[in-house]
């Protein structure tokens, strides 16, 4: 089933432990995108790769890293999380050009206590 | 800078209703626009864009350059509707996406 596999589904740490959301994809898509969701704001984007090897930021890189390795995998590191990333995470893919469709993981629910 | 702004956080309409979830944007260029839907318990997918001029469930939307606005009407609602409603715009570069800040869209029986 052509699909984007986010995990974990949640995730509960400490503000300061590195973590990883790992992302991947199986649609060959060059195009792959971070997405926060938080209440009143909508969804920002964080991060975002054309292709391998091709990163750069979105609304809201501040605190992320990611990487572009391979084309089907891009995940979300968060070296020294805060509090204030407590959000619900979206990875999404797509063929590049204007007019095409996101495919959207099933989101990763981050708490950082 | 690119900009969307959807002014209603919450709508509420009766089931036979029509409904319209305004969408406004701010882009310099020739924006590409969309509207996705976010279902309970599903995964967010889109719904219609503008480069297409399609007709999904029932659900339009056109674009108005002049008012840069992109809003999604359906003439009749259904209870199966509800839902999180985002509209997005993608640039000239087709890497930024910029999305709203949702509109939850409740259709009562």
């Known amino acids: 089933e052509a699909q984007v596999t986010q995990n974990p589904r949640y995730l509960i740490t400490v503000t300061g432990k590195k973590l990883t959301v790992t992302c991947s994809q199986n649609m060959n898509h060059e195009y792959m995108s971070w997405y926060r969701q938080d209440p009143g704001l909508g969804l920002r984007q964080i991060y975002y790769s054309m292709n391998v090897e091709v990163t750069d930021k979105g609304d809201v890189p501040e605190g992320y890293k990611v990487s572009r390795k391979e084309k089907r995998n891009f995940p979300l590191i968060l070296e020294s999380p805060s509090p204030n990333q407590t959000s619900l995470y979206f990875c999404?893919?797509?063929?590049?050009?204007?007019?095409?469709?996101?495919?959207f993981g099933s989101g990763t629910q981050l708490s950082v206590l | 800078a690119q900009r969307v702004t959807q002014p209603e956080k919450l709508l509420s309409v009766f089931k036979g209703a029509p409904v319209e979830l305004k969408c406004n944007y701010s882009y310099s260029g020739s924006p590409e626009l969309f509207w996705y839907v976010q279902y309970s318990r599903q995964r967010l997918q889109l719904l219609l864009r503008?480069?297409s001029r399609e007709s999904i469930k029932g659900f339009t939307a056109d674009l108005n350059k002049g008012e840069t606005s992109f809003h999604l009407k359906k003439p009749f609602a259904q209870e199966e509707d509800s839902a999180m409603y985002y509209c997005?715009?993608?640039?000239?570069?087709?890497?930024?996406?910029?999305f709203g800040q949702g509109t939850i869209l409740t259709v009562h029986p």
């Open positions: 997005a715009l993608s640039g000239t570069s087709y890497g930024k996406l910029t």
């Open positions: 503008h480069i």
């Open positions: 999404a893919s797509k063929f590049p050009g204007p007019g095409e469709k996101l495919f």
